[in-house]
Every structure is written in structure tokens, then in C-alpha cells.
């Protein structure tokens, strides 16, 4: 098993563990009626309370968005939609990322069902060896037998420290690509099941950026230091302590210069309903642990 995660895997598999709490927390959390940025806020304040940080800000999706969606006013009710919603947690850089999808249509129990079983079908090949078309194709499948589209254009992703996203990329159909897994991988399965078109495009505006570079500016110095603290991990609009036409010009300066990178929500370009299913999982000497769990 790779040194580079066995040496702090205590890390590792506390942001996992937070990650999952946070998570439950928030899924109960989720009914008609509630605010969809109180949830966020109260999901990112447990997760500080649990002696963590977020590793990206709470994200509740509706409907046909699938993911990236950050609320900065609270004005949006929960009514019956299908929500997803997607926690982050870090730990001395160590990351869990999980997800779950909840149904308050009542109406789309298969769709959510399929994004799961897809995650645990993927789940039960990972070991070393197993190729990364292979965990595509399981997923491809499992969504693609009950009816849905997997959403091929989003995808889990690799975890490293204060990473997010890196290598390897975990595909949610069969890209036939023979990559292997290797024994101390950490990384993000991510299905996502559409009764749509099965693929998304950026929509709307973004409250969502990660900072990419870092250079001297005329204005917003103050904005610049809090988005550096964030050590390359994403941030949101709401997150930041300053008044909102400040942050506003600021933002746009930093994207102009290419300080920041934005991140919009996605959509599915047919308008279908998503549902989304995520566990973050290390790849051991005979298998996986998932780390992701209470």
C-alpha cells in the first residue's frame, strides 16, 4: 500500500467517517418546507463541529441539476423535488467525499435506487487490478437495467491532499479504458442515473469557484487572503465575510485575471431528474475499505 496515504490513513479515515455523519445529519435534515441554504449552512457548521473543515461547500441539487449548485440567498424552499446532496470534509488535507439522493417527490424511488445500487455494484469489484473501464461498464449497467442513463459526462474522481479532484478519473460507463487500480489508491465512485439525456452542461450563475493561481491585485486584497486559506479547496460566494457588492466586483476581477475558476451548476441538457450516489473508498491488498461510513 502506497506510503503516501498509509502514513496518515488515520486522516483519511477520520474525514470519511465525519464526512458520512455530516451527511446523515443533512439527509435528515431534508424535508418540504426547509430552506435549502439553511440546510447547507447547518451541514457545514456540523462538520466544523465534528473537529473538520469542508472540503468543498455544501451542495443541495435539485432535480435536473445534478451537481455544483450552492445557494447564496434563502429563498429557495424544499417542495417535492428530488434533492441531491454532496458533503466534503478535510482533515489535515485528507479528504472524504460522499453523497446521497432524497426523493420528497416520492414519485422517483427507482431513479434513486439506481444511482445506489450502481455505486455498490462498482463498490464490490474494486481491488487491485480491476481496470477503470470495468468499474464504468458495472455502473453502465446497473443504471441502464432499471430504465435510467447513467450521466456519462460527470464522473468520480481521484482525492489527494487538499485535492479534490485528480486521477484517476472513475467513469460512469464503459470508456474500455485498461487502467488498473492500484493498492492504495484513494479516490470518489460518483454514479449519477438520468431519466434524461444522461449528460449535463454548465447553466445559470456560479457561486461555486476554487482558487487556480495566485497574483498581486488592485482591489479586494482582503477578499484574496480568506480565498486563500482555503488552500486550493473550493469555496462559495456566502462563505465570503464581506458585503455582497464587494465580493461580487472582487469575483469578477479574480476571474479576469485568472486567480479563480468558476464553477456553474450542472444540468441535464434533456431536463431529466438525477439522482446521485457517492462513497469515497481506499483500494486495499484484497479489496477496497469504504471509508465513508458511520
Same mark, same amino acid.
Given at each position: 500500500m502506497s506510503d503516501h496515504y498509509t502514513k496518515n490513513i488515520e486522516d483519511w479515515r477520520k474525514a470519511g467517517?465525519?464526512?458520512?455523519?455530516?451527511?446523515?445529519?443533512?439527509?435528515?435534515?431534508?424535508?418540504?418546507?426547509?430552506?435549502?441554504?439553511?440546510?447547507? !449552512?447547518?451541514?457545514? &457548521?456540523?462538520?466544523?463541529?465534528?473537529?473538520?473543515?469542508?472540503?468543498?461547500?455544501?451542495?443541495?441539487?435539485?432535480? =435536473?441539476?445534478?451537481?455544483?449548485?450552492c445557494p447564496d440567498?434563502?429563498?429557495? &424552499?424544499?417542495?417535492?423535488?428530488?434533492?441531491?446532496l454532496?458533503?466534503?470534509?478535510?482533515? !489535515?488535507?485528507?479528504?472524504?467525499?460522499?453523497?446521497?439522493?432524497?426523493?420528497?417527490? &416520492?414519485?422517483?424511488?427507482?431513479?434513486? $435506487?439506481?444511482?445506489?445500487d450502481a455505486l455498490e455494484?462498482?463498490?464490490r469489484i474494486i481491488r487491485p487490478g480491476t481496470t477503470l473501464g470495468e468499474i464504468g461498464r458495472t455502473i453502465q449497467k446497473t443504471i441502464e437495467?432499471?430504465?435510467?442513463?447513467?450521466?456519462? !459526462?460527470l464522473s468520480g474522481h481521484g482525492l489527494d491532499y487538499n485535492d479534490i479532484h485528480c486521477s484517476p478519473t472513475i467513469p460512469n460507463f464503459d470508456t474500455e479504458d485498461d487502467t488498473e487500480l492500484e493498492e492504495g489508491m484513494v479516490f470518489a465512485?460518483?454514479?449519477?442515473?438520468? $431519466?434524461?439525456a444522461g449528460k449535463i452542461k454548465e447553466a445559470?450563475?456560479? $457561486?461555486?469557484?476554487?482558487?487556480?493561481? =495566485?497574483?498581486?491585485?488592485?482591489?479586494?486584497r482582503e477578499i484574496l487572503q480568506q480565498i486563500d486559506s482555503y488552500e486550493g479547496l473550493p469555496f462559495t460566494k456566502r462563505w465570503l465575510e464581506f458585503s455582497e457588492i464587494k465580493v461580487r466586483l472582487a469575483l469578477k476581477q479574480f476571474e479576469q485575471l485568472g486567480i479563480i475558476k468558476s464553477y456553474p451548476p450542472l444540468i441535464d441538457i434533456?431536463?431529466?431528474?438525477?439522482?446521485?450516489?457517492?462513497?469515497?473508498?481506499?483500494?486495499?491488498?484484497?479489496?477496497c475499505e469504504v471509508l465513508t461510513v458511520l
Open positions: 467517517k465525519i464526512a458520512a455523519e455530516a451527511l446523515e445529519f443533512g439527509r435528515l435534515l431534508i424535508v418540504k418546507g426547509a430552506k435549502v441554504l439553511d440546510v447547507c !449552512n447547518q451541514v457545514d &457548521e456540523k462538520i466544523r463541529t465534528l473537529d473538520a473543515q469542508p472540503a468543498f461547500p455544501t451542495q443541495l441539487s435539485l432535480n =435536473s441539476t445534478a451537481a455544483h449548485f440567498k434563502d429563498d429557495i &424552499e424544499l417542495t417535492d423535488q428530488v434533492v441531491k454532496d458533503v466534503g470534509v478535510v482533515v !489535515n488535507g485528507a479528504i472524504g467525499d460522499n453523497a446521497c439522493t432524497v426523493d420528497l417527490s &416520492e414519485k422517483n424511488a427507482a431513479l434513486v $435506487t439506481a444511482s445506489r455494484a462498482a463498490i437495467s432499471a430504465g435510467f442513463n447513467p450521466v456519462v !459526462n465512485i460518483e454514479p449519477f442515473a438520468s $431519466t434524461g445559470g450563475n456560479a $457561486t461555486l469557484f476554487s482558487q487556480i493561481d =495566485s497574483k498581486p491585485v488592485r482591489m479586494g434533456g431536463k431529466g431528474i438525477v439522482s446521485q450516489a457517492e462513497h469515497t473508498v481506499l483500494v486495499t491488498k484484497d479489496g
